[in-house]
């Protein structure tokens, strides 16, 4: 608790052996992966001493993404009964997001509806692209169908970009400067372009009720809301409100991104109502994220708002 809010942490990551092991080159490699692995005493404790109540944990990048095809739906179907014994173990301070086998979109979408209905998971995680293609593609769109049906938002959050984007864009910096693929830059740009994309494909005119969710402070888009609406309103453009759409059906978190602007900014663009506090486990560390509250000079009811509130009524908690 925090000045008798309860704080609970939305982008908490973790990964299951079976399924970090089809990992493929650096993705499948973290100095991090001893607590990645660790569903106990060791998160506990860390939650514990930054005063963390509970964590919605999700699988790391990029999850079930780039599975293949065959594998893909058993496969994630182990891993999300695993964590949702994970959660029942401490289910005061553990909630899940399921991981999806997006590479077979209609079973992605059973497996959401299993996982919210049975296994009581609050919303899943998509992580990048499914095997190089963008989910604004009309093929996965039954997941969106189901999280609408489900009333359950659907968390995009990064993973490492296309290899051509890559080889294109940092080649040159990688090797010097690793992460600029990662949190620097590349994770920014790959998953602003996929909320953007959603936008531009109509996918909330069809699906009016669908809750998507952002890391990083809305992945600079809050920040570039008026530009991008003012730019598809000019002549020659079919007629979309990206602005309007994007503060109806996002939400942001701050995980990772610990910056007083960056707040401001978000409240004035989308209201507090839109924003939740997250940390990005075990990338950055707890005290970090509440060593930034501390310093926030906002009202009681926005803290408490941010800390919790937005996200008990989101997720029913």
């Known amino acids: 608790m925090y000045q008798n809010c309860p704080v609970i942490a939305l982008e908490e990551h973790y990964w299951d052996t079976e399924l970090s092991a089809q990992f493929i080159g650096a993705e499948g490699v973290s100095p991090l992966s001893h607590l990645l692995t660790e569903l106990g005493d060791v998160r506990l404790r860390a939650m514990d001493e930054s005063g963390i109540d509970m964590q919605i944990l999700s699988h790391g990048a990029p999850a079930a993404q780039k599975l293949a095809p065959e594998i893909c739906v058993d496969l994630t179907r182990r891993v999300n009964d695993r964590l949702a014994e994970a959660c029942a173990r401490h289910p005061t301070r553990f909630a899940g997001f399921a991981a999806l086998p997006t590479p077979r979109p209609d079973e992605a979408a059973l497996e959401l509806e299993r996982c919210v209905k049975e296994l009581g998971f609050k919303g899943a995680m998509i992580h990048g692209l499914t095997n190089g293609v963008f989910h604004d593609d009309k093929r996965f769109w039954p997941i969106f169908a189901m999280a609408e049906k489900l009333d359950v938002p659907i968390y995009l959050h990064p ?61 600079t888009l809050p920040f570039l809301l008026w530009r991008i609406n003012q730019a598809l309103q000019r002549p020659g453009q079919d007629a979309l409100s990206f602005r309007e759409t994007f503060c109806k059906h996002f939400y942001v978190t701050t995980s990772g991104h610990f910056s007083t602007p960056a707040l401001v900014c978000t409240m004035m663009e989308m209201g507090m109502d839109r ?30 708002k941010m800390l919790g509130g937005n996200a008990q009524k989101l997720f029913r908690l």
């Not at 296309?162 to 790959?190: C, L, N, Q, S």
């Not at 970090?288 to 803290?303: C, F, H, N, P, V």
């Open 275 to 304: 924003i939740m506090f997250a940390v990005d486990y075990p990338y950055v560390v707890n005290a970090d994220a509440m060593k930034w509250i501390d310093t926030l000079q906002i009202s009681g009811e926005d803290r408490a």
């Open 159 to 219: 993973a490492v970009p296309h290899p051509e984007v890559m080889k294109i864009y940092y080649d040159e910096y990688a090797r010097e400067f690793p992460t600029v693929i990662r949190p620097a830059w590349g994770f920014t740009v790959e998953t602003a372009t996929q909320a953007i994309r959603l936008i531009l494909s109509r996918v909330f005119e069809t699906h009016t009720k669908l809750k998507i969710v952002l890391g990083h402070f809305g992945e």
